[in-house]
């Protein structure tokens, strides 16, 4: 019999990563992390957890930490559009308040029914929490500084050698499974031989080409720019186009421009970085610069395999975006969730053959939806050009800016009111999941239809004040019993007992939770998926075999 060191090893400690070390050590499964960064993300990167990643986050227990982090509570987390930041202000989308986020939540309904909101926190604040809870689970080790040069998957594991980027040692193990979340450069992708498949190069006014990233520190800033302050703050003028998110609501920000001709990266200097942003200010308003670097925008890429044997990728390893309407990172975060209690169930010898095949399935068709509206949302703000007057002081100016208002103000709330993107993603087709008849809900990127049909996101409400739906689901199964009368379930209860897997069974006498499930009994997966819902009259092994990943029936 084969012996591992370890069950599995995952390389990359990003969104990805971290959250997948979470999800497999909070089921007893072991793992080594390796990378080859000193720590986690010291530069913002991602600035927006939208709300299926807050859900995520409250299920394991950290949603209020993360909360907690980044912008002040009384902070507007507006979307408002500039000609400079302290020129004429041409819209503002405005959004709540992490504070009012928490006090809304409960109200919410329809589209936006949820056991949590969004929130705006830069991601190397999220990476943090992540870590942290990682690292204090039993069984979990991760190693940064520590670079994975190769490995061999020879059917019954995989082999596995790291090397410490600082020369001082080297490290072989063997594990069950390998998962590689090492972003857009994966050498994992690399050696397995897959190619990302779809967009790359588009070329815009904005967000198409090259692009400047600069961690800056102004603190006079709010005390000179004559605006409210945002979370996302946009230029749109024809020399200096940028988009720019406060980290800290006190003169921390995440700026980034596109490089114009005669801009030269290699020869950037902070000065110049700093210029760079005084241009958008259109003040010469003091600033130190933290970080600078460039990156690509226009890709809406996927990779065209996300699995080969016992190798997964997840994030940006398999999925590259232009980062409008912030889907990249959390996309990755659903990748590890989705993955997570799928691998755990292999490493129990309990799932069934097309359980780990779901993977791919599930979540390569997910990251072509999500790259494929993040380029919408790009195109739709990069493809629209600032009248040459915009910036003019006259009547030809003013016609100019309310044109142009009325634009930005419909595409911020078309890229940042995103239920339907949210909450909408579907496993139809799934092996896994039990087919029903009649079309699946229409996919729309502003409106969510909350629907128990197999394969989506489990339906939410609120069952009191601060008590949702989600806060009754087990960690790993849930069987829903709805209704004043539900069916028994003991076939149900015997039929997990068989497999060897955890079933919570919940009994929510409630007419309201009944109709929103159109059914009286819901069985929902470890990542809040329905896999099946019914009236009772199903073969209970059969229903919890094929959710396994056993036989179709």
Known sequence: MTSFDVDVAIVGGGPFGLMLAIELGRRGISVALFDQKPSTATNPQANATQARTMEHFRRLGFA??????????????????????????????????????????????????????????????????????????????????????????????????????????????????????????????????????????????????????????????????????????????????????????????????????????????????????????????????????????????????????????????????????????????????????????????????????????????????NTGYARTFADSLGSFVPSPHIEAEDEIGERARIEAGTYLEAHGKAEFNIPGITFGVRYEGSPIVAAEAGAAPRDSADTYEPTARPGGRAPHLWLEPGKSLYDTFGFSWTLLRLGDHPPEVEKFVEAAKSANVELAVVDISSKEAEQLYQASLALVRPDQVVAWRGQGEADAHKVLKRALGGPSY
């Open 64 to 369: 209020n930490e993360i909360r907690d982090l980044g912008l002040p509570p009384e902070f507007p987390t507006d979307i408002a559009y500039f000609t400079r930041f302290a020129g004429h202000e041409l819209a503002r989308f405005k959004l709540p308040s992490a504070r009012e986020a928490r006090e809304r939540v409960t109200s919410m309904s329809g589209s936006w029914s949820a056991a949590e909101l969004p929130h705006r926190v830069s991601q190397k604040f999220v990476e943090q929490v992540l870590h942290r809870q990682a690292a204090s689970l039993d069984g979990v080790e991760i190693s940064f500084g520590w670079r994975v040069c190769d490995f061999e998957d020879d059917g019954e594991g995989v082999n596995v050698t790291a090397i410490a980027t600082d020369g001082s040692g080297k490290k072989t193990l063997r594990a069950r499974y390998l998962a590689a979340g090492d972003g857009a450069r994966s050498t994992v992708r690399e050696k397995l031989g897959f190619r990302y498949e779809g967009d790359e190069g588009a070329v815009r006014d904005f967000f198409g080409g090259r692009m400047y990233a600069v961690y800056v520190n102004a603190p006079d800033f709010y005390n000179q720019v004559p605006h409210a302050p945002a979370w996302m703050n946009v230029t749109f003028n024809k020399d200096r186009r940028a988009f720019m998110a406060a980290v800290d609501g006190k003169g921390e920000f995440a700026f980034h421009t596109q490089l114009r001709d005669g801009e030269d990266e290699a020869t950037m200097t902070d000065a110049g970085a700093v210029a760079l942003f005084q241009a958008a200010v259109g003040r010469p308003i003091e600033a130190t610069v933290i970080s600078r670097g460039t990156w690509t925008a226009g890709y809406a890429l996927v990779a065209n395999k996300f699995r080969s044997g016992r190798v997964f990728l997840g994030g940006d390893a398999v999925h590259l975006f232009t980062p409008a309407g912030g889907l990249g990172y959390n996309t990755a975060v659903d990748d590890a969730v989705n993955l997570g209690w799928k691998l755990a169930h292999s490493v129990r010898g309990v799932a069934g053959p097309k359980l780990l095949d779901s993977y791919e399935s599930e979540r390569r068709p997910a990251a072509i939806r």
